[in-house]
């Protein structure tokens, strides 16, 4: 790598953290310090040109539980860092590099002087070159960018560190480059250019079939097809010892490409694809591959209706038409930046795409369409490509016919570039080698009751529906989390055929510690089938396994009551068809920046919280005592934990009237001793304060006003106006707070009493 030129910004010519970390400045190589403040210099890099917030610097930093210096660590490594990249910068002098923003760091960098930057922007441009029908310059430009890998994402900051999904999500970016680099090589008949790579890739991840697939065929088509199937033979063996699985069908398939000869030559030009409304999907019976028995499965409920195709909603379907017209549908959702040849994205035709050569079926396709092998009856009818659906025609004429080549599934550059197809259902069972085929169907009960959030679940709708993997329900302790997903993720059950698992996590938990990762993933394993027996040891070993596992189906996870980002990189899948369903007390920063969907939940507005009440104790009984109701609402601050605890009350004592309910809730202001079950929610939130947080939150009860600001606060508890703010943002990540407007903060009125109480408890009034 040749020297970058000199820029603006400052001396520093170079970063690198596609491998060590390591930085550069006027040609000569600078010590990043210790571990941690490398670990600060990578997370910054991962974000260059974007503010990171403090609270996700430390919890990338310190996983589990950060100590109570942590602010103040990260400011110490601030300014170590700023020191080094501009040594001539005066004392208290914010410098032109890194540089403080509201809550949190952003350093700045040109694309040229930070390796990841160059590594997306190649990546960038290689789609581009592929949506346009040029795999020969789309091949070259991934090449390029997986120049810039140098060995496993940050090494020479902490393992618990890496680990983070922060590093973790960088490390998924390459191998996804790398799957691209080899559809494109074989695709422009020069498989030759993405070997390396490719080798690179499956030794960091050596149990990804669709990696190793892509290897299995490139060394096949550059002439070594004894390597070709010693690496099939290495990962099947190494599948069975760790995971005790058979190959899936996609590895399989390219095993048997490799022994019928049929990858050494250059692909030709595929289907024609159109981009508009989908068509329906049918699919066909394919034979499996010869290479290991794959057990029966179980009929399988059919893909979730295709919806229209929305104005301005993006391409979420995908049609191929071919000489014979036959269409290829498959419900997704995003921007497709790749398309076949004719396709119209957005009015512009994009041109010359050849098929993938990967096949979905255990064996090829013949090359008339309608007899040998991977052909059942009606084959003429239909045809199954990987991650698309199935080709079927559509009007008069028959699926259009060719070389095996021709017909190939359009997979890897399409899915990448932003086409997605329904993840498949019908293909070998997910469980293969370790149990029965089972769809779990672990969702608890949900409310009869839930009435409102009609605005937040048809949110959650358009959330399931986009490309985004994971969804965050957040917000304080009592305002419905848990119960908005469940009435959720019941109304969503057809969108995941292939079952629902269900794990509470006791993140907030008082009387019990949190669920560990390892235990979660044997709970969602046995659910899916995997005896006890079969199951391996540690938590990598079983994540690999549950990914895998998880890879082609469309399963809806739900984790409630997540502690934080540590305790569920682990539990969330990573397959396109999934949905992780998170609910937290906590923002959760990191989970976030990763590509989850926030959503956060604040008291229902009055007339929704009146109706909640009607819902559970009779809307006749409401109705009868309007002036009653509207007190019980107002008191309970619209909560809705508080609310289903007085309606129990009501509900249980039919004879008394709602006018002593709210005298009840009335004679305990000041106290929660009316709602002791939320008392105890709230309880779950505050014990997980540092002692600087708890001392600010009982702080608070004592100001008077509608909101606080930093300087109020700073002065309520006689703290720097900094540090104030700080702790004010600690406590809004833990929805102790709200933070209505920036930098002004509000105290729902049931957590102020909350925290007069705690002051009481702890033997010490309001004000100290």
């Known amino acids: 790598m040749g020297e970058p030129p000199d820029h603006a910004l400052g001396e520093v010519t170079r970063f690198e953290m596609l491998g060590p970390v390591r930085l550069w400045r006027e040609g000569r190589e600078l010590d990043p310090g210790f571990p941690q403040q490398r670990a600060l210099l990578a997370l910054l890099l991962a974000h260059a040109g974007r503010s990171v917030p403090t609270s996700e610097i430390v919890d990338v930093l310190w996983a589990e539980r950060p100590p109570a210096s942590a602010l103040n660590v990260v400011r110490r490594y601030v300014g170590a860092l700023r020191r080094l990249l501009e040594p001539g910068l005066p004392p208290r002098v914010p410098g032109r590099r890194l540089l403080r923003r509201t809550g949190g760091y952003l350093l700045e960098a040109a694309t040229d002087e930070v390796d990841l930057l160059r590594f997306r922007e190649l990546t960038r441009q290689g789609k581009r070159a592929a949506a346009t029908g040029r795999p020969g310059t789309a091949a070259r430009q991934f090449v390029l960018a997986l120049e810039e890998w140098r060995g496993p994402v940050a090494m020479g900051i902490p393992a618990s560190v890496r680990e983070h999904v922060q590093f973790t999500a960088v ?241 890897g550059l399409a899915s990448a570039a932003g086409i997605h197809g329904p993840a498949r259902t019908t293909d070998a069972p997910a469980g293969r080698g370790t149990g029965a085929f089972v769809r779990p169907a672990q969702l608890p009960s949900a409310l009869p009751s839930f009435v409102g959030r009609v605005v937040e679940s048809e949110w959650l709708d358009r959330a399931a529906g986009s490309a985004a993997g994971v969804v965050l329900v957040g917000g304080m302790a009592g305002i419905g989390k848990s119960t908005l997903a469940l009435h959720w993720a019941h109304r969503a059950t057809g969108r995941f055929p292939d079952g629902q698992l269900y794990v509470a996590l006791r993140g907030s938990d008082p009387a019990r510690p949190a669920v560990e990762p390892a235990d979660a993933l044997r709970g969602m394993l046995a659910a899916l089938g995997v005896p006890e027996s079969r199951m391996p040891d540690g938590p990598d070993a079983l994540t690999g396994m549950y990914r895998t596992l998880l890879a082609r189906r469309r399963v809806l996870v739900v984790l409630d009551d997540a502690v934080g980002t540590g305790q569920l990189s682990p539990l969330l899948p990573t397959g396109p068809g999934s949905l992780a369903l998170v609910t937290s007390r906590h923002t959760l920063p990191g989970l976030v920046a990763s590509g989850a969907r926030p959503l956060r939940l604040a008291p229902p507005p009055a007339e929704e919280a009146y109706a909640l009440l009607a819902a559970r104790i009779g809307a006749g009984r409401v109705a009868a005592e309007p002036r009653a109701a509207e007190e019980i609402v107002a008191r309970c601050g619209r909560l809705p934990l508080a609310l289903a605890l007085v309606a129990a009350r009501a509900a249980g004592r039919r004879d008394f009237p709602l006018a002593a309910v709210a005298a009840g809730l009335r004679e305990a202001h000041g106290s929660l001793d009316a709602l002791a079950a939320t008392r105890e929610a709230f309880q779950g939130s505050y014990r997980l304060l540092t002692p600087d947080g708890a001392r600010l939150f009982r702080l608070l009860a004592r100001h008077e006003g509608p909101d606080i600001t930093p300087a109020g606060a700073a002065a309520l508890a006689g703290l720097p106006v900094r540090r104030a703010r700080q702790l004010l943002g600690v406590l809004a990540d833990a929805h102790l707070l709200t933070e209505p407007a920036p930098g002004r903060y509000t105290l729902h009125v049931l957590l102020r009493v909350f925290a007069v109480e705690r002051a009481a408890a702890e033997g010490r009034p309001p004000g100290r």
Not at 252 to 266: E, K, P, S, Y
Not at 286 to 309: Q, R, Y
């Open 171 to 411: 490390q998924r970016e390459l191998l996804e480059t790398a799957r691209l680099a080899a559809d494109a090589a074989l695709l422009c008949g020069h498989a030759e250019q993405a070997l390396p790579a490719l080798r690179r890739a499956t030794a960091h991840d050596p149990l990804d079939e669709s990696l190793h697939a892509r290897l299995v065929l490139v060394l096949a088509a550059c002439g070594l097809q004894a390597e070709a199937l010693g690496a099939y033979e290495a990962v099947r063996r190494r599948l069975a010892h760790d995971l005790g699985l058979i190959p899936g069908t996609e590895l399989a398939a390219a095993h048997t490409r490799v022994l019928r000869q049929d990858v050494g030559h250059r692909l030709k030009s595929g289907p024609v694809v159109h981009l508009g409304r989908p068509a329906p999907t049918t699919r066909i019976p394919t034979a499996p591959a010869p290479t290991a028995p794959i057990p029966p499965e179980p009929p399988t409920p059919g893909p979730a209706p295709l919806a229209p195709l929305a104005p301005g909603a993006g391409a979420p379907g995908l049609a191929a038409a071919g000489d014979g017209a036959p269409v290829l549908a498959a419900a997704g959702d995003g921007a497709p930046e790749f398309a076949a040849a004719g396709a119209d994205v957005g009015g512009v035709v994009l041109r010359g795409l050849a098929a993938s050569p990967l096949s979905d079926c255990g064996a090829p396709d013949s090359a008339d369409g309608g007899s040998g092998p991977g052909h059942g009856a009606g084959a003429g009818a239909g045809r199954r490509v990987q991650g698309l659906g199935v080709l079927r025609p559509v009007g008069p004429g028959r699926a259009s016919a060719g070389s095996a080549d021709d017909r190939g599934a359009v997979h």
